[in-house]
């Protein structure tokens, strides 16, 4: 029993041994974690692409070469390029990849992630400056800057996939204009709102000068509607009133007559009011008599005979 026991130790032992020889890089047991991959070769050709856990080799006759499985970061300094529009900026961008199949990428840089990034930089500039230079400043700014960054990404992604290399993305830090073109850039840019501005103002005016002729003829036509029913009213109003009047005439005509005189005296006598008529004149009858009744004619004066003559 003892001896099972001593040799249980024993065992454990060495394959702890073999285990943490493993982790060295010796040792017949290879130990790949979550976050990488690894490549068993053997004579320099690959025998083996491991998965996560323990795998087994061949010691001092098989070799072992361990690559990132996590997300990679490359960032690139300024690169000068010209827009479609003839504008020089400078492009400041970075990109994110990850080695998706270790053995082409072996095969692409032996010597490992150095010559790796070196070409990624190298393809990803060139993509920058192809896509960019089918573009405005403007779009580069701010119009269409999430489909350039599409764009570029793309294009990278497919130039580097024979190389065991997947471009995740690449995207632009900053976008800045020489120093010399910022004024003339600015010049431009605020030449270009004006104008803008100009149009937006001419087609402003356009749209109120039509507005205001709809409102006025809109106007009109509802003070002519107005007008015509108010007439159309007046003419109803005159028309009763006429016929009130000539019903009042009818049952009353002396009164009627009494009552238009009174009005006329009213509308006619003021206190700044001469008039020089005739005691006997229709006007004044109802002065004279309350009935109206006109007053007798006042007999002419007989002519004096004509003078003998001597």
Do not use: C
């Amino acid at each position: 029993m003892k001896r099972l026991v001593l040799l249980f130790i024993v065992a454990v032992a060495v394959l702890s041994g073999l285990i943490e020889a493993g982790q060295r890089g010796f040792g017949p047991f290879v130990i790949t974690n979550e976050a990488e991959q690894k490549l068993i070769l053997q004579f320099g050709k690959v025998r083996k692409v491991t998965e996560p856990g323990l795998s087994l080799r061949i010691p001092l006759l098989e070799d072992v070469r361990t690559f990132e499985r996590r997300l990679l970061y490359l960032n690139t300094e300024a690169l000068p390029i010209q827009t479609k529009d003839e504008e020089r900026i400078r492009v400041d961008n970075y990109v994110v990849w990850r080695i998706a199949d270790p053995k082409s990428f072996l095969a692409s840089f032996p010597t490992g992630n150095v010559s790796a990034e070196s070409q990624i930089d190298k393809v990803v500039r060139a993509d920058v400056r192809e896509v960019i230079g089918q573009h405005t400043l403007s779009e580069v700014l701010k119009d269409k800057r999430s489909e350039i960054m599409t764009a570029i990404s793309r294009a990278s992604r497919a130039d580097l996939v024979d190389d065991g290399v997947e471009i995740v993305d690449v995207r632009i830090n900053r976008t800045e204009l020489p120093p010399n073109a910022e004024m003339s850039v600015y010049a431009r840019m605020k030449t270009e709102r004006e104008r803008l501005a100009r149009k937006y103002r001419a087609e402003g005016n356009e749209q109120a000068r039509r507005i205001h002729a709809e409102a006025d003829r809109e106007a009109r036509v509802i003070v002519a509607n107005a007008n015509r029913e108010s007439q159309i009213l007046r003419g109803r109003g005159d028309a009763r009133s006429a016929r009130i009047y000539a019903e009042a005439y009818e049952g009353d005509s002396e009164f009627y007559r009494f009552s238009r005189s009174l009005e006329a005296y009213r509308k006619t006598i003021d206190e700044k009011t001469t008039l020089v008529l005739s005691p006997n004149s229709e006007f004044f009858r109802y002065l004279v008599d309350v009935r109206g009744e006109a007053a007798p004619p006042t007999p002419a004066a007989s002519p004096e005979p004509p003078a003998s003559p001597e």
